[in-house]
């Protein structure tokens, strides 16, 4: 059964470590191919940095856009652009009124480069040699806000901020604004351009990054009992959501259901998650409630798994604990094993995973798992995709982020 | 040593060019920067500290708004220069 208001996925982009296009990020996903790489810098000789690889962008953005755009965006809004442009077109470039538009399109961070280079020039040059686009390049409203321009959509232009969980909390409120009327296609994803050496650094010293310089391929290994951080990466996905009334009157090509969005949070510390996983349980549980899914629909998780122990582990706890017995059927991915860790695109690129999981019911693998931890509770697709049922079928993506930040994404079939 | 004016309306020409993506030939001397070459206000700040770095001027914010055409840049340059 589908309602007019019911929210439907009609366009996908992405430009990533694995591809410059989604289709080609998604063939690679199966393929089970890594995005890790060692980076082509001196940070490591000249800042002491001791990590040398990230999941860096397969396709530089300046053989995609034209020059003037490079130099009047910060890499996080480059990479929506080029994402959000192949949405647009993927999605048939659906001619709607822009009243009717939304944009939503997040980032964790936002413009750092700029924000660093242009600290540099201050201190180096003076304030006089301090770029006039330096702001709206800085600002982390930035990508959303030239999309928005890019498109027209003047229903309103947001970007949510919540670490790594930006890029999903993005499509849940994309989600919002089509079921409460408020537009009726959304342009929504995340981005995320933070491989510079002072985020490098810092993350660094909050030890949460892999130090696999030796083997950047086979450094993100969720679930792993070798597992030691996850893996830096950048880039943006971007989706086209729309009501399903909307859809059907232009007789879009369909590729799911957004049918569910949970949210909370954990109240709990800065940056680890609530041992109990009770912030990550009541997204989840919220979620399957939006969407009226029960825990039998679910086969498939893309869970948030970055490679670091205290967090895979909570999550797969917390599975076990919203589905019970119905946990030894689902098909477990942690697609981060290949992407790297987008931060706020990660949700995005998650959810475009779940998307075409559900639509060609096959779910991604997760690599470098050697030696499985022993304390997983949940089953999970190793080094091969897995095929999913036939019938009605759900999935979740989950993503967490530093603050607390919850949000279950719940994927059906068209 | 100073610049002439062709050389200055050759380096504007670049700058432009860079920032707007136009070729370097669209930009005349007799070209208006917001009517002809559609730079608006920040882009207009973008040129104008360019320009200063690569000719070793000063262009004060007051000065900016006088210098409709590529011409009145290139000859307030020039002058700018002495």
Redesign the interface.
Known sequence: MTASRDVVVTGLGATTPLAGDAPSTWAAALAGQSGARTMDNDWSEKYEIPVTFAATIKVDPSEVL???EI?RMDPSAQYAMIAAREAWQDAGAPEVDGERLGAVVSSGIGGIWTTLDGWDVLRERGA??V???TV?MLMPNSPVAYVSLEFGAQAGAHSLVSACASGAEAIGYGIDMIRNGRADVVVCGGTEATIHPMPIAAFCASRTLSLRNDDPAGASRPYDVDRDGFVIGEGAAVLVLESAEHAAARGARVYAKLSGVGLSSDAYHITSPDPDGKGQVAAMRRALADAGVEGRDVVHINAHATSTKVGDLTETRSIRTVLGSETDHVRLSATKSMTGHLLGGAGALETLFAVKAVHERLAPPTINVAQPDPELQVPLVRDTPAQLPDGDIAAINNSFGFGGHNVALVVTNA | MAYTASEILEGLAEIVAEETGLPTDAVASEKSFTDDLDIDSLSMMTIVTHAEDKFGVRIPDDEVKNLTTVGDAVSFIEGAQA
Do not use: D, I, V
């Open positions: 034209p020059r003037p130099k006089r040699r770029l006039p686009m709206p």
